[in-house]
C-alpha cells in the first residue's frame, strides 16, 4: 500500500499546487478573494494529504489520527471541550491577562514620570521578557493552588513586562516639538498625558497586547501541567495523552488555535479603531 | 554605562521586594516549626493562626523574623538561599552526578541547540522560498503568521508521545519542540530582511547586469543581517523555553524541566527555584552572546540593529 499511498498523496500535492501557481500568478492576484483562497487551498491540500496518508498507509491514531477523526471528536466533544476552554481561556487567562495589563500600565505610567526609572525599567524589563517565565509555574500552583487563580498568576507576570517594556517605550515617543506645542496651549502633566502622549504611545502598547495573547494562553495552558481541577484544556491534553486518545488532543489544540487567533484578531481590531492615524493602519491606495 | 545606575537600582528594589516579602510568606510555616521548638508564639493554637493573614501574624510575632530566613521548605525562600542552593548544585557537585545542575543544563541545552540549528536552518530555507515564489508566498505566507498567534507549546506533550511510540526518545523530541518555536520567528523575520532592499536598490544591480544569485548573496542576504539577529534572539529563548516545556509532562528525568517538577512533587522548593534561576540565566546568556554577535557583525557590516 505504500506506493499508491505516496503517489495519490503526491497527486494531490501537484494539483493544489498548480492551482495555487496559476491563481499566485494571474491577473487577479493582488483581489482580496484570491488572497484569502491560495492560503485556504493549501491548508486544505494539506488536509486531504494528511487523511490520504494516514487512512492508506494505516497509521495507527495512536502515533496520528486523520484529520476527520479530530473533527467528529471535536463535534461529539463540544460540551467537555467548552467547560475546558471557559476554565482555561476565560478564567485563567482572561483574568490574569488583564490583571498583568492593568499592573504593567500602572507602573509604566509611575515609571514614565521619571527619567531615572524609565532608564532602569526598559532594561530591565526586556530581559525579564526573553526569560522562562513560564516555568514560574509549579511556584505559583504551589501558592496559590489548583484552581485558575494560579494559573491567571502565571499569566499575568507572563503578559507583564512585554506590555510595560511597551507602554514605557511608548510614552517617552513624543517629539520635543510636540511636548512644547502642548505647553503653549497651558496644558500640565496629566492633559499632556492624555491628549498627547498616551495616543501617541497606543501604537507601541498594542503591539506590547498583541505579543502577550500568545503568551497568556501558554501559561494558562502550561501550568495546567503542574496540577489543575479536572477540567482545562491544559489537564485534557495532558491525560488525554496519557490515555493515547490523541483524537481529543487534537481538537483541544484546534480549539487553542481558534481562541489565539480570535484573541489576537480582537486585539489587532480595536488597535485599528484606536490608531486609526497611524501610517501602518491606513488602507493603503492603488 | 550611562543606564548602569538605573537598572541597578531597579533590581535592587525589586530584590529588597522580594527579601521583604520572604517574612509573611513564610510566617504560617516558621510559627508551626518555633511552636514545636517551643517557642512563644501568638496566637498559639494553628486553627487561630490559620485565620490571621501573613503579615497580621508577621507583626504579632517580631521574634520571629529571622527564622523565617532559614527554613528548610519555605514557601517563598530567600535569596540567599538559592543562591547557596545554586552554588552547591553548580559548584559543588562533580557535572556528572545526577544532582548537578550542570548535567541538567546540558540536557536541556542540547536539545534547545539542536532544535534551535534545526528550525533556523528550515526557517530561512523557507523565508528564501517565499521570497522568490509568489505561490509560495500567498499559500505559506498567512500560516506562518497566523501561527504565531497560536500558543504552538501546547502540541508539546503529544508530539513527545507521538514521537515516543514510534521508538524515537530522548534528545530528538525535544529538538523537535524547539526547532519548531525557533521556525516562525525566523521565517516571518527573514521574509521581511529579504524584501528590505527597495526598488532603486534592485534596479541598481540590473543596471550592472546582476545574475538572481549575485543579487541575492550581495544584496538581499546581506540586506536581511539585523532581521536575522532579531529573529535569532527571540527564536533561541522560544527554543529553550520549548525545551524546558518538553521535558514537564512527559516525565523527563534530566533537564531544567525535569529539576522544577522533581522539586514540585517532592516538596524541595529550593530545587525548583534554583532550577528555575538556572534556566533564566542560562536564557539570558544565550541571548546575551547573539547580542553580542549581533553588535560584533552589524559594526563590521556598517549597519544598525533593526
Redesign the interface.
Known amino acids: 500500500m505504500t506506493g499508491p499511498a505516496i503517489i495519490s498523496a503526491l497527486l494531490v500535492w501537484s494539483v493544489g499546487w498548480f492551482v495555487n501557481t496559476r491563481l499566485a500568478n494571474s491577473r487577479s492576484a493582488h483581489s482580496r478573494a484570491v488572497q484569502l483562497l491560495v492560503p485556504a487551498i493549501f491548508g486544505l491540500t494539506l488536509l486531504i494529504m494528511w487523511e490520504l496518508l494516514v487512512r492508506m498507509l494505516e497509521v495507527s491514531p495512536i502515533i496520528l489520527p486523520p484529520p476527520t477523526m479530530i473533527a467528529s471528536r471535536f463535534a461529539g466533544e463540544l460540551p467537555i471541550l467548552w467547560a475546558d476552554f471557559e476554565q482555561t481561556i476565560i478564567k485563567g487567562a482572561l483574568t490574569g491577562y488583564i490583571v498583568g495589563m492593568l499592573a504593567a500600565f500602572g507602573v509604566a505610567v509611575l515609571a514614565d514620570r521619571s527619567d531615572f526609572l524609565t532608564r532602569g525599567i526598559l532594561p530591565v524589563g526586556g530581559f525579564m521578557a526573553a526569560l522562562p517565565i513560564v516555568g514560574t509555574a509549579p511556584i505559583f500552583v504551589r501558592w496559590l493552588g489548583s484552581d485558575w487563580q494560579s494559573k491567571a498568576a502565571v499569566v499575568a507576570v507572563m503578559v507583564f513586562f512585554p506590555i510595560l517594556v511597551n507602554a514605557v517605550a511608548g510614552l517617552r515617543d513624543t517629539s520635543a516639538m510636540q511636548r512644547d506645542l502642548m505647553r503653549t496651549y497651558g496644558a500640565g502633566y496629566w492633559p499632556t498625558l492624555f491628549k498627547l502622549r498616551l495616543p501617541a504611545a497606543m501604537p507601541f502598547i498594542f503591539n506590547g497586547l498583541k505579543i502577550a495573547t500568545t503568551l497568556a494562553l501558554i501559561g494558562a495552558i502550561v501550568a495546567e501541567f503542574f496540577g489543575s481541577p479536572t477540567v482545562g484544556m491544559g489537564f485534557r491534553i495532558s491525560t488525554s495523552v496519557g490515555q493515547l486518545a490523541l483524537d481529543m488532543v487534537w481538537a483541544e489544540i484546534v480549539v487553542a488555535a481558534l481562541a489565539g487567533s480570535a484573541f489576537y484578531g480582537t486585539m489587532a481590531w480595536i488597535e485599528g479603531r484606536v490608531t486609526f492615524w497611524h501610517p501602518s493602519q491606513r488602507k493603503s491606495q492603488k | 554605562m550611562?543606564?548602569l545606575?538605573?537598572?541597578?537600582?531597579?533590581?535592587g528594589a525589586?530584590l529588597l521586594l522580594w527579601v521583604v516579602a520572604v517574612v509573611p510568606m513564610n510566617m504560617h510555616l516558621t510559627a508551626d516549626q518555633a511552636q514545636r521548638q517551643d517557642i512563644a508564639v501568638s496566637p498559639d493554637t494553628p486553627a487561630a493562626r490559620q485565620e490571621l493573614s501573613g503579615i497580621g501574624l508577621a507583626l504579632r510575632n517580631p521574634q520571629l523574623f529571622g527564622m523565617t530566613y532559614t527554613l528548610d521548605r519555605p514557601?517563598l525562600p530567600s535569596p540567599h538561599q538559592v543562591a547557596v542552593e545554586m552554588w552547591e548544585t553548580v559548584a559543588l557537585k562533580k557535572i556528572t552526578s545526577r544532582r548537578s545542575l550542570v548535567y541538567h543544563g546540558w540536557v536541556t541545552l542540547s536539545a534547545t541547540l539542536l532544535g534551535f540549528v534545526i528550525g533556523t536552518g528550515l526557517g530561512i530555507l523557507l523565508a528564501v522560498g517565499i521570497v522568490y515564489n509568489?505561490?509560495m508566498?500567498?499559500?505559506?505566507?498567512?500560516?506562518a503568521i497566523?501561527s504565531?498567534?497560536?500558543?504552538i507549546?501546547?502540541?508539546a506533550?503529544?508530539i513527545i508521545?507521538?514521537l515516543g511510540?514510534?521508538g524515537i526518545q530522548g534528545l530528538f523530541p525535544k529538538a523537535v519542540i524547539s526547532a519548531y518555536l525557533s521556525f516562525f520567528p525566523v521565517v516571518v523575520g527573514m521574509v521581511k530582511g529579504l524584501r528590505r532592499p527597495d526598488a532603486m536598490q534592485l534596479d541598481l544591480l540590473r543596471t550592472y547586469h546582476a545574475s538572481a544569485a549575485q543579487g541575492f548573496w550581495k544584496l538581499r542576504l546581506p540586506a536581511s543581517v539585523p532581521y536575522l539577529f532579531a529573529s535569532l534572539?527571540i527564536g533561541i529563548?522560544a527554543s529553550?523555553?520549548g525545551a524546558?516545556?518538553a521535558e514537564?509532562?512527559t516525565g523527563a528525568r534530566a533537564g531544567?524541566?525535569a529539576r522544577?517538577?522533581v522539586?514540585?512533587q517532592y516538596g524541595q522548593?529550593l530545587v525548583?527555584?534554583a532550577?528555575?534561576f538556572a534556566?533564566?540565566i542560562t536564557?539570558?546568556a544565550l541571548?546575551g552572546l547573539f547580542s553580542i554577535l549581533e553588535r560584533w557583525t552589524l559594526r563590521r557590516m556598517g549597519m544598525q540593529a533593526a
Not at chain 2, 137 to 143: A, E, I
Not at chain 2, 148 to 151: A, S, V
Open positions: 550611562k543606564s545606575l538605573p537598572v541597578l537600582s531597579v533590581l525589586i514557601r509568489r505561490a508566498d500567498m499559500s505559506v505566507m498567512p500560516w497566523a504565531q498567534t497560536i500558543p507549546l501546547a502540541l506533550p503529544m508521545v507521538m511510540s514510534i534572539k529563548s529553550l523555553v524546558i516545556v514537564l509532562p531544567f524541566g522544577m517538577l522539586g514540585d522548593p525548583t527555584w532550577a528555575l534556566a533564566a536564557a539570558a541571548v
